[in-house]
């Protein structure tokens, strides 16, 4: 079965630089949602989208935007990085906010690992 | 809020022992609880769900939970542990239908 797709896997950039991730979701999901795990940490989640509508937002910098396409697929930005900001991000999708239970159902990209210099 | 405890950071088990991994939640409403697994250096894996069907829910690789609402308990367990099943477990509530709070995680190694 197709599974969400991160791009890319791993990804260097320096202080100050600017980064962007991809997340192409399962097939007819129409919702995705961003988590940052640093080392050692559990997700924490960052923002979600419903329908190309942002739905939620956590803990998510200033310096950071994201946004879904028509296709369906999610780009995180991140500007001004700083080492801090170092840590694996996971894209997840799911079916929908909807009321059923298989909405809160979300399944997980093998995620970005992000590592600032 | 709705949140969730994991109790115990790193659980070992000898091959073959029951595994047993704690999670409290806290919560005013039904949650929906789910019990995630991440291998070294992969994304997280669904394991089970409960989304208030059935108290004891069975999940993939052997593992179930049972949902204690007396308790406000979904500990996860495995009959038999296999040096397969060595990874960091995370139990999980949904705080809204498109927001997932994470525990802190429990690694769990298996000794041969």
């Known amino acids: 079965a197709a599974g969400v797709i991160q791009s890319p896997r791993h990804l260097i950039k320096e202080k100050r630089e600017t980064a962007t991730l991809k997340c192409y979701p399962i097939p007819r999901h129409d919702t995705v949602y961003w988590y940052q795990q640093g080392p050692g940490q559990d997700p924490q989640f960052l923002i979600s989208f419903y329908e190309k509508m942002q739905s939620d937002k956590g803990s998510i910098p200033d310096r950071f935007s994201a946004q879904q396409f028509s296709d369906y697929h999610s780009e995180l930005n991140m500007s001004s990085l700083e080492l801090g900001d170092s840590a694996l991000y996971f894209c997840?999708?799911?079916?929908?906010?909807?009321?059923?239970?298989?909405?809160?159902?979300?399944?997980f990209g093998p995620g970005t690992r992000l590592t600032v210099t | 809020a709705q949140s969730v405890t994991q109790l115990g950071s790193h659980v070992s088990v000898s091959e073959g022992a029951l595994v047993l991994l704690r999670c409290n939640y806290s919560?005013?409403?039904?949650?929906?609880l789910f019990w995630y697994v991440q291998y070294p250096n992969q994304g997280l894996q669904l394991l089970l769900k409960?989304?208030?069907?059935?108290?004891l829910v069975k999940g993939i690789n052997g593992f179930e939970a049972e949902f204690k609402k007396s308790e406000t308990s979904f500990h996860l367990t495995k009959p038999s542990a296999h040096m397969s099943d060595a990874a960091e477990y995370f139990c999980?509530?949904?705080?809204?239908?498109?927001?997932?709070?994470f525990g802190s995680g429990t690694r769990l190694s298996i000794r041969p």
């Open positions: 409960y989304t208030s069907a059935a108290t």
């Open positions: 999980a509530v949904a705080i809204s239908a498109s927001k997932i709070i």
């Open positions: 997840a999708s799911s079916s929908g906010p909807g009321t059923s239970g298989s909405a809160y159902e979300q399944y």
């Open positions: 919560s005013s409403v039904p949650p929906y």
